[in-house]
């Protein structure tokens, strides 16, 4: 929920980093085994560049070192003027992506994986504005 607060007051950018990693874990609540997906941090390898495992990721050598070098400059864009968005050419084989601010209106997000980088609505939305909801409720 802070995320969307920063997003909003700030208008930065929010992404979604959904490439999956192989293997597979039991979901304590279902007792079922389950794919790991990503998880928390886990695009660092690929902001750095730096892949210890080949194996850990689903996707091939090729398609994680052109992610690699697309976040790579999404990150730099942001830094140099604020808007990750890259234009044609920037990084080889990856078409423009353009990347709208994260507003109340529009819940704009990058899903950011090796198949394909593109804009959707949050689809946690509901989920962040009913825990914004009851916080605000318990403020008052």
Request: hydrophobic content about 35%; overall charge negative.
């Amino acid at each position: 929920y802070y995320s969307k607060i920063s997003a909003v007051i700030c208008k930065t950018k929010n992404n979604l980093f959904s490439e999956p990693f192989n293997g597979k874990y039991i979901d304590p609540y279902s007792k079922q085994e389950v794919p790991y997906g990503a998880f928390h941090a886990s695009e660092n390898s690929f902001l750095f560049g730096y892949f210890s495992n080949e194996n850990v990721f689903c996707c091939t050598h090729d398609e994680a070192i052109r992610l690699s070098q697309t976040i790579q400059k999404m990150w730099s864009n942001f830094a140099k003027n604020g808007d990750p968005s890259i234009a044609d050419g920037d990084v080889p084989g990856v078409a423009a992506i353009s990347w709208d601010a994260y507003t109340n209106e529009n819940s704009a997000i990058m899903n950011i994986n090796s198949e394909k980088c593109e804009q959707t609505v949050d689809p946690f939305k509901e989920n962040i504005d009913l825990m914004g909801d009851l916080y605000w409720a318990k403020l008052r």
